[in-house]
């Protein structure tokens, strides 16, 4: 009989990374495709990231993740980029190919599939992107990459918004540009509106200091933030009348991009969304 009990390994580095939902949605991707793979977190201080990737690669793990602080950090420790990964400048995935770790990005890929998966096709569109951090960026270049028409970035430290206007400008044929943040923001006409700061992450209670009374009904209202119970800016946005959708379907679909990158099989989004659901009841 032949046995092997070598378990196949992978995960995710962060800090911190304790509340860390993606086990559980992993794991049902990976159970949905008959693979007895685990995924594991792993608590790793800014100071020790290239050792442990190192260890990560020496004890041959099969996928990695990176999150928060590390996205941008691993980088330099990667043997190469994907082209999207490259131009966002922050990785989320690695592949571990023949002894090279490949970083890739699939943030904003996850949140153009869940785009799709809505109906909504994003050919032609006008995007109003509130926020210019790490996953603003990745949005706003896939969606740019993906042929949206104009994407306007609205950011209170206007340096990061204008950095992110001059990137899509140069390396898409998307038109970008940008509005200062200031209170009561007025959102210019658009097609989809997006949340893309941590404003009403569980436990903030708070919401998007912008101008409501530019939230049309008929306008797509787009929070990237996946609390079960739905954020204050989701809520108000319903109530004004607009198409609204949360963030737990960009995190299904930028995790199952990695599992199909790690195993080049497709995962069931269905039982993946099913696991996240029983997680947050
Ligand atoms: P992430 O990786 O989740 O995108 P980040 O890189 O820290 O996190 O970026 C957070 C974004 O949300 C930034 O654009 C930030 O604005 P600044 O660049 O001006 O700091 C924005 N943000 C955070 N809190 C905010 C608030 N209360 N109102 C408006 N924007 C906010």
């Known amino acids: 009989m032949k046995t092997n009990f070598r378990l196949r390994i992978t995960g995710a580095l962060g800090f911190p990374i304790d509340e860390n ?11 949905s495709l008959g693979l007895d793979w685990r995924y594991q977190l792993i608590e790793v201080r800014p100071e020790h990231l290239k050792v442990a990737l190192q260890g990560v690669q020496a004890m041959q793990f099969d996928g990695l993740n990176l999150t ?46 869940s785009m799709e998966k809505n109906g909504i096709n994003l050919q032609g569109k ?22 949206c028409d104009s994407i306007t970035i609205i950011n209170g430290t206007i340096e990061k918004a204008k950095e992110l206007e001059t990137l899509i400008n140069e390396q898409t044929s998307c038109r970008a540009s940008v509005i200062e943040w200031t ?17 009403g992450l569980y436990p903030d209670p ?26 204050p800016f989701y809520k108000k946005a319903k109530e004004l009348g607009a198409t609204v959708y ?13 599992i199909e990158l790690w195993t080049g099989l497709t995962p069931s989004d269905e039982q993946m969304k099913d696991a996240l659901h029983r997680l947050f009841a």
Do not use: W
């Open 68 to 113: 928060i602080p590390h996205k941008v950090a691993a980088i330099p420790y990667m043997d190469d980029l994907s082209k999207s990964a490259s131009i966002i400048g922050a990785i989320n995935t690695v592949l571990f190919r023949d002894g090279r770790m490949i970083g890739e990005n699939t943030d904003g890929k996850g949140f153009v599939i």
């Open 206 to 231: 708070g919401m998007p200091d912008i101008c409501y009374d530019d939230i049309r009904p008929g306008m797509i209202v787009q929070d990237i933030i996946p609390n079960p119970a739905h954020t």
């Open 183 to 199: 209170p009561g923001v007025r959102i210019p006409e658009c097609d989809i509106l997006i949340n893309a700061t941590p404003v």
């Open 21 to 31: 939902p993606s086990p559980v949605m992993f794991e049902a991707g990976f159970a």
């Open 126 to 147: 006008r995007l109003v992107v509130l926020g210019a951090g790490g996953a603003s960026r990745a949005i706003c270049v896939e969606c740019a990459l993906a042929g």
């Open 246 to 258: 949360d963030g737990q379907s960009m995190l299904v679909y930028q995790g199952a991009l990695a």
